[in-house]
């Protein structure tokens, strides 16, 4: 039975889904292949997996589709074809080529992933500021009251 979730996206998900059509890309395949495989592993149609790249993650991560591009042209399609196989050995140049490639999408996606370390700071910065400020706000608050029953006792 395949079951299909109609919960919100994680980021754990959302970067799988990026690395994998990042990895198709590069490969060669289709974006609609990658989402099959992500669909599978987490749960969802393709469908699905198709319209979160489109409508969300694709635009987080644009360099890394273009380099992706970039080394999908780089690397003529039945070299990759024999990387893939095991037992097969390619030149000093291709292999450091190939680890260049998977070396800067890395690096991107780290930089990614920092990125939502800074954002995430960022809020519970923003946070701890709101949360003072709403303390300063219940004491005022507090204040006010007591000004009231003592305007409240004068009357009577």
């Not at 380099?67 to 039945?78: M, V």
Request: proline share 2%; aromatic share 8%; hydrophobic share 35%.
């Amino acid at each position: 039975m395949n079951v299909t979730r109609q919960d919100a996206w994680s980021a754990e998900e959302d970067t799988l889904l990026a690395e994998t059509v990042l990895r198709y890309i590069r490969d060669g395949k289709t974006q609609l292949e990658a989402f099959k495989e992500v669909g599978k592993r987490v749960s969802r149609t393709p469908a699905a997996c198709g319209f979160r790249w489109n409508a969300s993650v694709r635009k987080q991560y644009q360099e890394a589709i273009d380099l992706a591009k970039k080394e999908r042209k780089k690397i003529p399609q039945e070299l990759m074809a024999d990387f893939t196989r095991p037992n097969n050995s390619y030149s000093l140049e291709t292999a450091i080529s190939i680890l260049e490639n998977m070396k800067g999408n890395y690096h991107f996606l780290n930089n990614q992933e920092l990125n939502r370390t800074d954002q995430l700071e960022r809020a519970l910065e923003e946070n701890e500021r709101l949360k003072q400020k709403l303390a300063k706000y219940q004491t005022v608050l507090k204040e006010v009251e007591q000004v009231n029953q003592l305007i409240k006792q004068l009357k009577e």
